[in-house]
């Protein structure tokens, strides 16, 4: 990795981000679309707590301790704040806390996006 040319970054905490030389990067007020995540998401079952995504009072309504999976979890401004399921052709999403009215409208477009994936 040291032999490559990539751009390095360091994170709010001092490790180490890496990207191609000249990638383009997004404006940072762009804002992140919703997005239906499945279970065995490596961004939520990596060994570090990503409390930045789903935050630790959440974790318990994600994860338990019978099975080693975590709970289909949608993302919202990329953060974790609720759980979904495929059922009866439909994607059905349950949000830990009332969300905003734009939220649902977003997640309400991107579900009936996923259960037309899922019927093909």
Do not use: Q
């Amino acid at each position: 990795m040291e032999r490559l040319p990539l751009r390095r970054f360091r994170d709010d905490r001092g490790g180490e981000l890496l990207d191609l030389p000249r990638a383009p990067l997004p404006d940072p007020d762009t804002p992140a679309p919703v997005r239906f995540l499945p279970t065995w998401e490596a961004l939520l079952l990596v060994h570090a707590r990503r409390t930045e995504v789903l935050p630790e009072s959440y974790r318990p309504l994600v994860f338990n301790t019978r099975t080693p999976h975590s709970m289909s979890t949608f993302l919202v401004d990329g953060m974790v704040p609720g759980t979904w399921r495929h059922e009866g052709g439909c994607i059905r999403w349950e949000s830990f806390e009332p969300l905003l009215r734009v939220a649902g409208r977003k997640l309400e477009d991107e579900a009936k996006r996923l259960a037309a994936f899922h019927a093909e």
